[in-house]
């Protein structure tokens, strides 16, 4: 290391003593501490955070996972048992399609208007560009419980105003909790207003790290601004663009307040589960039935896997596709 | 860089880690008992919708010197999740907690969570409804909650909507409708022919807790708490009556803003209440339309529709203090008390003879005696033993099998089928 002892200045602010060479010894060590040790101080916190509420929770539910568990009673192992159980258990399968439903509903439309926009805004002759900016990153702000009781609303049986306008169309009221595609819809449009900004804006930083001289070239060879978008725009558009997949993927597999809040906290999501989601059932087997905890933590291990199955899935698919 | 910098630096580090990590040590452990016979400075009440002890808690500060916190939580759905943390992890749990009817159902087979009162507070078994005051117990014999407020029904209805459509609008003669249940459905049909087609009841749900609360058999569980939902004659009875009822029904999901809407907009003229529901109906129909609403009797005689305990945990620092609170809160004069103020029906038998009790009227409801209605039900209510998992029974498994008949989505064999088949997940336990 390039600080030795002999290269080190003696502190100016340290009065002159008579015990002068043991207090630069006792310097010399806590230098070469600070310069080993320190970093790991400095990143510590993270760790320890990260230890105590990410590493030591997954640890826990995996080991909640292979039990009986009763949330305030007994609990005894039992292996994979909850695991294999997962396979044979219909609402299982049913809060899956559901959660791909809405997944596919939501993400799909969502990121091809976030594309849109951000072309949009990437245009050189928009005025106001900040301001655009800024408002469609707005809905993102609001809490997503406030979006989820206010869309609640407007998706209401008797006095919702989507129902209203239908009316005035001459189309019968539609009972959006009702059945599968009214809440898919409903629960996916929720998803949609709060979401599309913010990946807008992730795409948008995206186009504008892009080399402006690619286009000027591409201009000057007669490429209009659609063929530059796909030529140019889009594959070098293609990490970002992974990036929002992925996080879309990791937000959509455990959607959960705007299913929950549609149903008016009911955790079955719909008479029949016609909007459950993975994350709710697992609530409902993990914490709502207090007996079956140890089940809910299978589902959540399950949930992990999902996530990391389809997002490995989608990052593939992005990347082969914008090649 | 001077070392004095630098080994400020070194010791700010320091510093941050080992709070980090003592911070997190200090979750670790803190129930360090207190020493026999030390005086508690303070109590903490759960309670979950309004149990009107406000008053009654100052009082009890200034009796005793101890002070006392109540929290309250708005809904039981919300009330629930919090309480079994605190179950689940040992911690937060109040020195009193008040328990509703499916909850203690659901806390009795791990029923060591609760302090048992049998030697903490006096004998009070011969002063309370009877059945009341066995429920409160677990299978073990511990008693877990001394026993507060019943849910005794009647029938809330809107006296413009029933003269518009040429119904009588006087309780007694409203009352004398429906002497049975084929009498309510008949009215029904007649409201609505005289409404030009508007709906009667708001949900057929609201119907199946009426019936089966009567009291005409065990539930969901036989007495050995085995699981007889699909074979049940009660169950099948209530769900006969409530699917029969489709036609009159506005189809608004409790709680849903369909139905909290539903009050105000008048888009039905009859629900089912409860005492603890009077409060609810004149919230959600506004003071506009106060004195519209009248109260008259349920079809087929009184039925209990919810009611609570009051429990002590057993993680609770002063348990016979929390007792003795819990005993001080459910006596005679605090139930009179605790009525006049929010409305929680008395459980206890010299309350309900009590004259302040009994000669109440309740302005909302065109000033109906509600402390008659009420209090004559209570002495008609026929114990009813719910098993464990009642509560997870009744509203994940039967009512959303009626909802999805009266909704359409599955026919009356369908629907049957999918509440047999949830009842069975749903009630293991």
């Not at chain 1, 002999?6 to 310069?35: E, I």
């Not at chain 1, 929720?190 to 930083?205: D, E, K, P, Q």
Request: aromatic content about 12%; some cysteine; proline content about 5%.
């Amino acid at each position: 290391m390039s600080l030795s002892a002999t290269t080190a200045p003696p502190s100016p602010a340290a009065p002159p003593s008579p015990d002068l060479p043991s207090r630069q010894r006792r310097g010399r060590l806590l230098n070469h501490l600070d310069v080993k040790y320190s970093p790991y101080l400095y990143i510590a916190p993270f760790f320890l955070i990260f230890g105590a509420f990410g590493l030591y929770p997954m640890v826990r539910t995996a080991w909640m996972s292979l039990h009986d568990w009763d949330m305030i009673g007994e609990h005894s192992f039992i292996g994979f048992d909850n695991y294999t159980r997962l396979f044979s258990d219909e609402y299982f399968w049913n809060a899956l399609v559901n959660t791909f439903g809405i997944f596919a509903l939501s993400t799909i439309p969502q990121l091809l208007l976030a594309l849109f926009l951000a072309n949009l805004l990437n245009r050189t002759f928009l005025r106001a560009k900040t301001f655009f900016r800024m408002a469609i990153f707005m809905p993102n702000v609001v809490s997503v419980a406030a979006v989820a009781i206010v869309f609640g609303m407007l998706f209401q049986r008797e006095f919702g105003l989507f129902n209203w306008l239908l009316g005035l169309v001459g189309v019968d009221p539609v009972d959006w909790d009702g059945q599968r595609w009214s809440s898919w819809f409903a629960i996916s449009s929720m998803v949609n207003w709060r979401w599309t900004g913010y990946n807008t804006l992730i795409l948008l930083a995206g186009m504008q790290a892009i080399p402006k001289d690619l286009y000027e070239a591409a201009e000057i060879d007669g490429a209009g601004p659609w063929r530059q978008f796909w030529q140019i725009t889009l594959p070098m558009l293609k990490p970002t663009f992974t990036f929002v997949v992925i996080l879309s993927t990791i937000g959509g597999m455990q959607l959960f307040t705007e299913p929950l809040l549609f149903a008016n906290g009911n955790i079955l999501g719909g008479s029949q589960r016609e909007f459950q989601t993975l994350a709710m059932y697992m609530y409902e087997m993990g914490i709502s039935n207090l007996n079956t905890a140890g089940y809910g933590a299978a589902v959540a291990w399950a949930i992990f896997m999902i996530i990391v199955v389809v997002s490995l899935f989608n990052f593939l698919l992005v990347r082969r596709s914008a090649k | 860089m001077s070392v004095t910098t630098r080994r400020t630096r070194l010791a700010a580090a320091a510093l941050a880690a080992i709070t980090a990590i003592g911070g997190l040590a200090a979750c670790g452990n803190d129930d360090d008992k207190p020493a026999a016979g030390e005086k508690p400075a303070k109590l903490v009440v759960d309670t979950f919708g309004e149990f009107g002890y406000e008053d009654l808690v100052k009082q009890y500060e200034k009796d005793t010197g101890i002070k006392v916190e109540l929290r309250k939580t708005a809904q039981l759905a919300e009330y629930r999740p919090k309480l079994v943390r605190y179950l689940a992890t040992g911690k937060g749990a109040a020195d009193v907690t008040a328990l509703e009817e499916g909850i203690l159902n659901e806390f009795k087979p791990n029923a060591r969570n609760w302090a048992d009162l049998n030697p903490l507070v006096a004998d009070h078994s011969k002063e309370y409804l009877p059945w009341k005051w066995e429920l409160g117990k677990a299978p073990d014999g511990r008693l877990i909650g001394l026993p507060t407020d019943v849910g005794s029904l009647a029938v809330c209805y809107r006296k413009d909507l029933f003269q518009a459509a040429g119904l009588p609008t006087e309780r007694d003669q409203v009352s004398a409708l429906w002497p049975d249940w084929k009498g309510f459905h008949d009215a029904g049909l007649k409201y609505k022919q005289g409404s030009g087609g508007k709906a009667f009841i708001d949900s057929i749900t609201a119907v199946s807790n009426g019936v089966m609360f009567q009291g005409n058999g065990d539930l969901f569980y036989d007495k050995e708490d085995n699981i007889i939902a699909d074979t049940s004659p009660a169950v099948k009875n209530a769900w006969d009556t409530a699917t029969s009822m489709a036609d009159i029904s506005a189809k608004a999901q409790t709680w849903s803003p369909e139905w909290s809407g539903g009050f105000k907009q008048g888009t039905f003229a009859a629900t089912f209440c409860p005492s603890w529901m009077l409060g609810i109906v004149s919230e959600n129909s506004g003071a506009a339309n106060k004195g519209k609403w009248d109260v008259a009797s349920v079809p087929g005689g009184g039925g209990n529709w919810g009611g609570s305990w009051l429990a002590v945990p057993a993680q609770s620092k002063y348990p016979k203090e929390a007792a003795k609170l819990a005993e001080y809160l459910t006596n005679a004069k605090s139930q009179v008390e605790a009525f006049k103020a929010k409305g929680p029906l008395p459980t206890n038998l010299e309350a309900l003879k009590n004259e302040a009790f009994i000669g109440y009227t309740n302005e909302y409801f065109s000033n109906a005696p509600t402390g008659k209605i009420f209090g004559e039900s209570v002495a008609k209510i026929q114990p009813t033993h719910l098993g464990p998992k009642h509560q997870a029974v009744k509203e994940n498994a039967l009512e959303p099998a009626l909802r999805a008949f009266e909704s359409g989505q599955a026919d009356k064999a369908k629907a049957w089928e999918q509440f047999t088949k949830d009842a069975k997940t749903q009630g293991a336990f």
